[in-house]
T-cell receptor
């Protein structure tokens, strides 16, 4: 099993550009989430989903969109990149709300 | 508003010593409390978790102590080893939503 796969691993964007961070899992997990990690801030929840067709906002959703058309995929879209979105982004998935989340290896995004 | 507060931010322990990291939460709807370990350049990995119906859970050298009335929980690492040097995150969720909220993280250094 590949687990949680995130692409790309690194990305540099110019301010105002848009892009999609890809996340795929092959464990048939219903729960999926996106986090951003910044020094001293821990992991902050951006958006999460409890199944295909169902998404909800987390702690820091502004500037990001998500959709969940399949169980396997949960892409994160940056609508108009800003330097404040420079961060490491992690996607995670879980079988249920009472099981641990499995994290991907992250995408390091720099917005210049 | 930080829903899960973690302390200390950093910790230095001698090899063989006990490492203690503390977390506090406000939302009484939280019913799942995991701890994650993260090495540089990697995604967080589930270390150990507890539910509020027990006061302690032990797995090897790692123990979670849980105080429901005080809304606090802590991670104890016994016989700390240099290989334990990593960043540790506490987290909390309401299992029916899958919304997992993290603390700010603790960077642990175990000196040989």
């Amino acid at each position: 099993n590949a687990g949680v796969t995130q692409t790309p691993k690194f990305q540099v964007l110019k301010t105002g550009q848009s892009m999609t961070l890809q996340c795929a899992q092959d464990m048939n997990h219903e729960y999926m989430s996106w986090y951003r990690q910044d020094p001293g801030m821990g992991l902050r929840l951006i958006h999460y989903s409890v199944g295909a067709g169902i998404t909800d906002q987390g702690e820091v959703p502004n500037g990001y969109n998500v959709s969940r058309s399949t169980t396997e995929d949960f892409p994160l879209r940056l609508l108009s990149a800003a330097p404040s979105q420079t961060s490491v982004y992690f996607c995670a998935s879980s079988y249920s709300g009472r099981k641990g989340y499995t994290f991907g290896s992250g995408t390091r995004l720099t917005v210049v | 508003q930080q829903q899960v507060k973690q302390s200390p931010q950093s910790l230095i322990v001698q090899k063989g010593g006990i490492s203690i990291i503390n977390c506090a939460y406000e939302n009484t709807a939280f019913d799942y409390f995991p701890w994650y370990q993260q090495f540089p350049g990697k995604g967080p990995a589930l270390l150990i978790a507890i539910r509020p119906d027990v006061s302690e859970k032990k797995e090897g050298r790692f123990t979670i102590s849980f105080n429901k009335s005080a809304k606090q929980f802590s991670l104890h690492i016994m016989d700390s080893q240099p290989g334990d040097s990593a960043t540790y995150f506490c987290a909390a969720s309401t299992s029916n939503t899958g919304k997992l909220i993290f603390g700010q993280g603790t960077t642990l250094q175990v000196k040989p």
